[in-house]
């Protein structure tokens, strides 16, 4: 039997599941091998238990919790999808503020005021944190980066396919990017998230001119005081470094006290 | 005693599917009198505007890309425009040129998957692109063709398909190479085509006979089709109105059933998108593309929101022509590595282009260290949010004697993906639950 997979979505910009229906060349090989039982961007129907579920987006309401918790008692395997179910990703930088003030700058106090004390409607609006799934569910497998890469994607998808575990190597994006021979980014003077980052992308920022700011989360055993230490050796100030740590709010927590 | 005709339900469409974002759609109907219709946005808060803050000048556009991954190259030139409007910033012809470019990758890339996988299911009648796949092969393969094109076309341009990191304020950080713009322009050539073949398709589509005239929202731009600059252009004033005077546009409210904000301009509501540019800017459209509007019966002004999909067609085959041009003169003038420094500063940025889903805002402030300390997106969803809503609101009434409640509520699913709604900017979609 076919094993049955679906797709959900939570806060995100959608665009890990775009980059999976952009896996044109082989997208009807890989339907010809699973039974896609949801998947709201292309499929209007529903199903009542999946093998493989895979999640994008953050949590950010108690209504998204209570649905995510619904999701995995009916998944053998839930795969984070991309930066923001793995690690929160951009939109967890609104963290640093309390959700009234963000409702106060977005809606306006009236409106804020307004749209809180409806009752019916409060689940909308009833933003407290935002979460990886983790924080919430059990996770199985983690597709990094904003957004994922394809071809880790299609490595999960064969490795469950077949019975077994996916391997993805610990390797920093430095060392990717060393092979493709770039540039040191820190020899032009910027901040470069590379050696603590976990790698899989092939440096493809930096390949097309820019830095890594690390979309794809900080590595287990990263050091970060010694990268923090190389940053500002190389001419870095102490507030740009602070501000690439917040960016994809990857290293911020790693990055305490350092 | 009851009429046995007499009809009353609730439709309760909980997650529309088929469209980019979650949203709902509520409709109460007793004794056949439809008592209320509501449109709602439930997509979770994600705060772009406010956590912005304290971000250097080039981390904003490439940040706020995040905001939709369908329009993140929309979003990323947007907010480009902006910053460099805040930093007194003028790009170069070149640089525009490139922008061009990307921004009509993006068109087809999006138009094609919207028409394709989203639309077209609800015209044949299958709950997905899925069963096309075993009873109409072509359709799909050939959809999966033209996708692939429009993607590696923003790959070549922007460095990579979704968040493009190759363009930055004044210009590229990594230019595209003079063989991989020359295949992309034959691989255009020859796509022609599976081109002419999506106009035969849509030429079989049955599109529901209802009209409701609206205002028509879009850039306008004295000396081309306006998709990447223009001021913005009323179909109700026949006029426009500089970007930075947007607010006086959107006039942006809150309602409780939506967690976007809704729009309106000198109506209850407006419409933005495929189906406002081509109404308000037909005549700048290549004549390959006016051809198609004849072919497929377009005549602007339309006032049926159903034809926003062939508007899109349209689009495809104006932007297809009008890329093999643009990568001509491209490869014709030969690309320069240019400077990218800048001093940040304080100021005020105002920005806006088309995406494939109407006209998109942005504006961001800067303080006096040259960091972000404010910013606003208007996105085409949350402008078009509230039009969809009067259209559903003229529709249900209408049709309620002569339709179903299971009729209706494809109908209003259609609707809304009609207007290419785009709601992860804010929004999610439909189920649908009936109670009687």
């Known amino acids: 039997m076919k094993p049955k997979v679906a797709f959900f979505d939570f806060a995100s910009c959608e665009g890990?599941?775009?980059?999976?229906?952009?896996?044109?060349?082989?997208?009807?090989?890989?339907l010809g091998l699973v039974e896609l039982v949801e998947f709201r961007e292309a499929l209007s129907e529903k199903a009542p238990r999946y093998d493989v579920a895979f999640i994008e987006g953050s949590i950010h309401r108690d209504e998204d919790i209570e649905r995510i918790k619904d999701i995995r008692a009916r998944s053998t395997f839930l795969v984070a999808l991309g930066a923001c179910a793995c690690m929160g990703n951009v939109q967890a930088r609104s963290n640093f503020v309390a959700p009234a003030e963000n409702y106060k700058y977005v809606y306006g106090e009236e409106a804020r005021n307004r749209v809180q004390i409806d009752e019916e409607y409060w689940p909308l609006w009833g933003h407290t944190r935002v979460r990886p799934i983790d924080k919430v569910v059990k996770v199985d497998f983690y597709l990094r980066g904003c957004p994922i890469v394809p071809g880790e994607f299609l490595h999960l998808v064969k490795s469950l396919l077949h019975g077994t575990a996916p391997h993805t190597p610990p390797n920093a994006v430095c060392v990717e990017c060393k092979k493709n021979e770039n540039e040191c980014v820190y020899d032009r003077g910027e901040t470069c998230m590379g050696p603590i980052t976990w790698g899989g992308c092939n440096a493809v920022c930096v390949n097309n001119g820019y830095v890594c700011d690390g979309c794809r989360g900080v590595l287990p055993h990263a050091n970060i005081p010694a990268h923090k230490t190389l940053m500002l050796e190389k001419g870095i100030n102490d507030a740009d470094i602070r501000s690439r740590y917040r960016l994809f709010c990857s290293a911020e927590p790693a990055a305490k006290g350092a | 005693m009851q009429n046995a005709q007499s009809k009353t339900f609730n439709i309760d469409v909980h997650h529309v599917t088929r469209v980019e974002g979650h949203g709902r759609i509520r409709v109460n109907v007793r004794d056949n009198v439809v008592e209320d219709v509501k449109l709602c946005i439930t997509e979770a808060n994600r705060f772009f505007e406010n956590f912005v803050k304290g971000m250097r000048p080039e981390d904003v556009p490439w940040i706020v890309s995040r905001i939709c991954g369908i329009c993140c190259v929309g979003h990323q030139l947007a907010a480009t425009k902006t910053v460099e409007d805040a930093m007194g910033i003028v790009p170069s012809a070149q640089?525009?040129?490139?922008?061009?470019?990307?921004?009509?990758?993006?068109?087809?890339?999006?138009h094609v998957l919207h028409v394709y996988f989203l639309a077209v299911p609800d015209f044949v009648g299958v709950p997905s692109v899925l069963p096309l796949v075993k009873t109409h092969p072509d359709v799909v393969l050939r959809a999966l063709r033209l996708k692939k094109l429009a993607n590696d076309y923003t790959a070549v341009m922007g460095g990579r398909v979704l968040h493009p990191m190759a363009n930055t304020l004044k210009g590229w950080r990594k230019l595209p190479s003079k063989k991989a713009m020359e295949?992309?322009?034959?691989?255009?050539?020859?796509?022609?085509?599976?081109?002419?073949?999506?106009?035969?398709?849509?030429?079989?589509?049955?599109?529901?006979?209802?009209?409701?005239?609206?205002?028509?929202?879009?850039?306008?731009?004295?000396?081309?089709?306006?998709?990447?600059?223009?001021?913005?252009y009323s179909s109700d004033t026949k006029s426009s109105v500089p970007v930075n005077q947007y607010r006086a546009v959107t006039n942006e409210f809150t309602v409780a059933h939506s967690t976007t904000k809704w729009s309106k301009w000198h109506r209850d509501s407006y419409f933005a998108g495929a189906l406002a540019r081509v109404n308000n800017n037909f005549d700048q459209l290549r004549p390959e593309a006016k051809n198609v509007a004849a072919e497929l019966g377009f005549k602007a002004p339309c006032y049926n929101p159903y034809m926003n999909n062939v508007a899109q067609v349209i689009e495809i085959i104006h932007c297809a022509y009008n890329s093999i041009a643009m990568l001509e003169q491209a490869l014709n003038m030969g690309l320069v590595e240019e400077d990218l420094t800048f001093t940040a500063k304080a100021g005020e940025g105002f920005g806006s282009c088309e995406v494939p889903r109407g006209i998109l805002f942005h504006n961001y402030t800067f303080d006096a260290n040259g960091r972000c300390s404010g910013g606003n997106a208007i996105i085409p969803t949350s402008q078009n949010v509230n039009n969809i809503e009067q259209d559903m609101k003229a529709f249900v009434p209408k049709m309620l004697p002569v339709m179903s409640k299971e009729e209706l509520t494809l109908h209003m699913e259609m609707l809304l993906r009609a207007y290419d709604p785009c709601i992860s900017c804010s929004v999610h979609m439909l189920d649908v639950e009936f109670t009687e």
Do not use: M, W
């Not at chain 2, 490139?98 to 990758?105: A, G």
């Open chain 1, 16 to 30: 890990c599941q775009l980059a999976i229906l952009n896996c044109e060349d082989i997208l009807l090989d890989i």
């Open chain 2, 95 to 110: 640089t525009i040129l490139l922008r061009k470019l990307l921004t009509e990758s993006q068109f087809l890339q999006s």
């Open chain 2, 183 to 232: 295949e992309i322009r034959d691989r255009l050539i020859a796509a022609v085509p599976d081109l002419l073949e999506t106009i035969a398709i849509v030429k079989t589509l049955k599109i529901p006979p209802y009209e409701r005239e609206t205002e028509y929202v879009s850039l306008k731009h004295p000396d081309e089709y306006a998709l990447y600059d223009g001021d913005v």
